[in-house]
């Protein structure tokens, strides 16, 4: 697809230059078309279901907000797949968002409020242009992160995506924790799709956005899904998913994918939490009756705690229909997913996010010791690694090669994380066009609170604020301002994944300055290296040196 005037290329002027068309024109016209000339008295939409007026915000983008897009998944629909939300006839005034889902574990200063709502399948729609007469922008559909048991769509503003990108950007809540990833062999018998409830939400979204987009001025036949964090993995869940094909043309994997876990292993921490719930150890229809009865506030309860995960809780499961009895790597390698281009990397830093949440909950909070490093260190010595991973770990990553502990257990964990997406990337990259990057600004803003002795760097989650302005995660997250050359890498990011929209290329066209992922030329640059005030490439190989990921690649199971 050749890049129209209205579509975006890279800001910067000697890469704008290297576009079709008139280049220079094409950067002026598609920071000015979408912005009104004047604010319209109303910005109302009829959808499938009811009329929806939305707002002229700041950025000239009209937001649409807390649009539900199901039905309330509560009383004898929890645990039930998603339905339609019921038609309405008076104007629903979309000028706040909705509830965020029900969740207790808030990663820090990531996620939350914590709370117990099961009313939460609302999304938001940021549009540049309401003209459905011209011709139908992209739609970008964001699933948010956090571990599928936090978070939600309330913290991600897409304007400056729908407003530089031109494009229209969909954000979604989807069912959480013990609500939206939950297996239990009473439910599960029932008859209907069970376990992944959070992705059948994802999937009733896209689906809405197939029905009602081109109201707002979307295509539904050019649609990027794509998400950070669980939100990545939820993303490659739906491109392993047999039922979401056909329902987006890209994905974006930013930050870490995640295997499934087996149906058994799943149910056996359902029926755990139908024991501390009081419903019992049994599996008659019953206990799914017991089940359905707990309050809202009983869930919540057996949810963890604000550091830490219940042990009830599962994430994507093997259910055998929405997702398939199988890894996704061996599905991969089978070619037996949706076939679509793909968008995915990592962040230089990822494993200072979780060094980080482990320092932000203690009290006092002190810097990481060479203790903390020896006992992560001796963890590679369980029964699930191969014999020696211990040794080779601490040779692969000596203390005395590091500043502190924690930047030598920031280098262990990273690697540990990173190559499972880069071994992913290989066996996408035979099948489908792959564009990998990896996020290095290590001067990017942290939503910590300073902490003694802690360095973020490029860590998990910093990339958030370069896309979607002044996230901070949660309401305990400070949020900062981007500095001058910070806002640069924002513009040049924000082209890239809006050019992806449009194309299925983060260059609009052709294989420059984001070449084209070729890991059969592992000497050639085809990872692009997202820092300032120079940005670069990498080759396979010297990624695969600088992670280690020949080593990792052996001891860990994919």
Not at 6 to 26: D, Q, T, Y
Not at 293 to 303: C, E, G, H, N, Y
Not at 496 to 511: D, I, K, S
């Amino acid at each position: 697809m050749t890049p129209s005037k209205s579509r975006p290329c890279w800001a910067r002027a000697e890469w704008v230059l290297k576009c079709a068309g008139a280049a220079l024109g094409l950067a002026v016209a598609t920071s000015a078309a979408f912005i009104p000339a004047k604010a319209a008295s109303s910005y109302l939409v009829q959808t499938k279901e009811g009329p929806v007026e939305g707002f002229l915000g700041d950025s000239g983008v009209v937001e649409f907000l807390g649009i539900p897009y199901a039905a309330p998944p509560i009383g004898d629909l929890r645990w039930m797949p998603p339905k339609n939300h019921a038609s309405w006839t008076k104007v629903l005034k979309a000028t706040t968002a909705g509830p965020i889902c029900l969740q207790v574990t808030t990663l820090g200063p990531f996620a939350g409020p914590a709370n117990a709502n099961e009313d939460c399948l609302y999304l938001n729609v940021y549009t540049p242009d309401l003209n459905p007469g011209k011709e139908p922008l992209p739609v970008i559909v964001w699933i948010h992160g956090g571990a599928n048991v936090d978070g939600g769509s309330t913290d991600y503003d897409g304007t400056k995506l729908a407003a530089r990108g031109h494009v229209i950007v969909v954000t979604i809540n989807y069912r959480l924790g013990l609500l939206g990833f939950m297996a239990h062999p009473a439910i599960d018998a029932e008859g209907h799709p069970f376990a992944n409830y959070g992705i059948m939400d994802q999937q009733l979204a896209l689906k809405w956005v197939q029905r009602n987009i081109a109201a707002f001025g979307g295509d539904k036949d050019n649609v990027t899904l794509g998400g950070q964090s669980a939100g990545s993995a939820d993303t490659e869940s739906n491109v392993v998913s047999p039922l979401s094909a056909g329902l987006f043309q890209h994905a974006i994997m930013q930050s870490l994918l995640l295997e499934p876990s087996p149906l058994a292993t799943a149910e056996a921490k359902g029926v755990a939490f139908a024991v501390a719930a009081g419903c019992g150890s049994g599996t008659s229809p019953s206990v799914a009756k017991c089940l359905r009865k707990l309050t809202a506030q009983q869930i919540f309860d057996l949810s963890g705690t604000a550091s830490t995960e219940a042990p009830y809780e599962s994430n994507i499961i093997q259910d055998g229909e929405i997702l398939p009895s199988a890894t996704f790597v061996s599905l991969i390698a089978a070619g037996k997913f949706n076939h679509v281009p793909i968008m995915g990397g990592t962040t230089e830093d990822e494993d200072n996010f979780l060094l980080g949440i482990t320092e932000y909950f203690e009290h006092p909070r002190v810097p990481f010791s060479a203790n903390d490093y020896q006992n992560l260190v001796n963890s590679y010595g369980a029964a699930s690694y191969p014999p020696g991973t211990e040794a080779k770990v601490k040779a692969l990553y000596p203390l005395g090669a590091y500043a502190s502990p924690q930047l030598a257990m920031d280098a262990i964990g990273t690697d540990s994380l990173v190559c499972p997406q880069h071994y992913s990337n290989r066996l996408y990259a035979g099948q489908v066009p792959v564009y990998y990057y990896e996020f290095e600004d290590q001067t990017a803003p942290s939503y910590f609170p300073a902490m003694p002795g802690f360095q973020p760097l490029a860590y998990h989650t910093a990339d958030i604020q370069y896309l979607f302005p002044n996230w901070h995660g949660g309401p305990q997250g400070i949020p900062h301002s981007l500095n001058a050359g910070q806002e640069l890498l924002s513009d040049e990011l924000v082209a890239a994944w809006t050019n992806f929209a449009w194309t299925g290329n983060p260059n609009g066209q052709g294989n420059s300055p984001w070449p084209l992922y070729t890991p059969k030329k592992p000497g050639a640059p085809s990872i692009f290296a997202e820092t300032r005030p120079n940005l670069s490439t990498l080759s396979d190989a010297q990624f695969n040196t600088k992670h280690h990921c020949s080593f990792w690649d052996s001891v860990l199971t994919y």
